[in-house]
């Protein structure tokens, strides 16, 4: 009766050990970014953003972008914030996050300027085949006094192993379009 008893829990446990196995929220991106502005010259720089995943549901989140424009024009994004999901499945999750947002710009003379504010996003992201995630998210941005912007964002990458994977966004906005490639280490 023991044995017919554990092999019971066993079977049971092997659901909610491959839920819990679902998309992870630890990991940390590295690539080239490319942004075009519209009625300006187009940037380009790297970002490095990553993502730790606590009790479960949650996440901190910290972003980092940096453009160099022609003119010695420099601009950095940097946001950091909590996040959660909402898991509709293993391979499906509904993603919300919200946190602060800075931006600092600077140009050759002695010319700096720099804003702060709050992110708000919230979107889907599922693994749409072995190793293969897709996203989609709504990203809201005010750094106050006019200046806040809506983008539509969808990436994808595709993990070569457990942990590394390569990928793609972009991002349009009301005056700009992004794109990201790099890499991702999950842990």
């Not at 819990?20 to 940037?43: F, T, V, W």
């Not at 190793?131 to 990203?139: A, Q, R």
């Amino acid at each position: 009766a023991g044995l017919a008893s554990n092999e019971r829990h066993v079977r049971a446990a092997v659901p909610l050990a491959a839920q819990a196995e679902g998309l992870s929220y630890s990991y940390i991106d590295l690539g080239y970014n490319e942004i075009d502005i519209d009625g300006a010259p187009s940037g380009d720089g790297f970002g490095l953003r990553g993502s730790i995943g606590f009790a479960e549901n949650f996440f901190a989140f910290a972003d980092y972008a940096t453009f160099g424009f022609p003119g010695s024009v420099d601009v950095d994004f940097y946001s950091v914030g909590l996040g959660g999901r909402i898991g509709m499945s293993d391979k499906v999750d509904l993603v919300g996050r919200a946190g602060y947002a800075k931006a600092d710009a600077s140009a050759g003379g002695g010319f700096s300027v720099d804003d702060d504010g709050y992110v708000v996003a919230a979107g889907v992201r599922a693994e749409v085949a072995d190793g293969f995630e897709l996203d989609g998210n709504v990203i809201y941005t005010d750094f106050g006094s006019g200046a806040d912007d809506t983008e539509l964002a969808v990436g994808g990458r595709y993990f070569f192993t457990e942990n590394f994977a390569a990928g793609a966004e972009f991002r349009t906005g009301d005056d700009a379009d992004t794109i990201f490639v790099g890499v991702r280490f999950a842990f």
